[in-house]
């Protein structure tokens, strides 16, 4: 009402139109002749420069709030997220995204939502689908290491890009492991190694899947310790696993948490470990690292958003995952599971996706790793 008069007013008083338009526009106000009425007896040139200065505070007011983003902490999110996860449900990974749903929709308040879509080697159609999503923070993407760093050399003749998303938060990261089978006649990386030397083109290792990270560890051991093994993809880790157990293979990289019972019950041999340090439930077993030095091999899960997300989105995102992350209880499953809980920023996570991409871009060029 008073925005209202106040155009009125600047009208009688030849005050710009354009200005006392968009002060106007917030609703109703005085009509002209009661503030002609309330004017009577004062300085006319006072009251205009009154009246102008009221329109420009109020006009400058409007602006400032028709500019602040619709995406204020107040209003994001105001509906569910879609948390989208390239990878069968069940497992370590898939467990991870799920913990990160659970816990950053308790801290927003908001229901995440964990959409499994395995589709397309390394699970391209999700990442595309995310990647094409409108940039507002509700559609995020769940996936590993790989996923963010390498993406764009392995896909080759179609390439897949994800250097433009924007990180949210890395969740934990775990090891890889050198796993053989039973009766292979080496208990060690150094005996295994020999062992491969001596018997060229009849050791065979499997892996999850081309551009996997058991894949480019297996192409990276060959290629520190100058030998060659048969490589045979499966689909992802149980059929690799079975066939070990069964013996039809010699060795698998893959990872502790789905191995441990059938390695602490005798059914396979821990040759090796992927992490910086011995892993302190298997003090005995040395790290690749050891025998080849600087072959390290973990991954991780990491969340990220599509390209052109509003940092404040994507920081609100990764607050609610990290805060969930520090809880005791939740560290705890998460240790139990073989792996490290970080939780970390943005910032972290693109750090880690730089060191990533540096690490294993050497190996995929010099084994010339592509995906079709």
Known sequence: MILSGLQDAAAGLDIPFGVATVAAQAGGGLRRRQIARRAGGCNRVGIKAMIRASILAVTAALCCAASGPAYAQGGYPNRPITMVVPLPAGGTADLLCRLAAERAGAMLKQQVVVENRPVGAGGRVAIEAVIRAAPDGYTVLCAPQLSYTVAHLLFVKSPLDTRAMEPVSVLAAYPLILIARADLPANDLPSFLD?????PGKVNYGHQGKGNTGHLLGEFLML?????????????????????????????????LANKQNIDAGKLKLLATGSRERIKGYPKVATIAET??????????????????PKEITQRLSDAIGQGFKTEELRKRILALEAEPLGNSPDEMRKMIEASTQHWSPVIEAAKVAID
């Open 292 to 309: 080849l030095p600087g072959v390290l091999a973990d991954t991780w899960m990491a969340v990220a958003a599509p390209p052109g997300t």
């Open 195 to 199: 062992y491969a030397r001596k018997n």
């Open 224 to 256: 520190r310790g100058k030998f060659r093994m048969t490589e045979i993809p499966y689909r992802g880790s149980a059929p690799a696993i079975n066939d070990l157990l069964g013996g039809n293979i010699d060795m698998v990289p893959d990872y502790l």
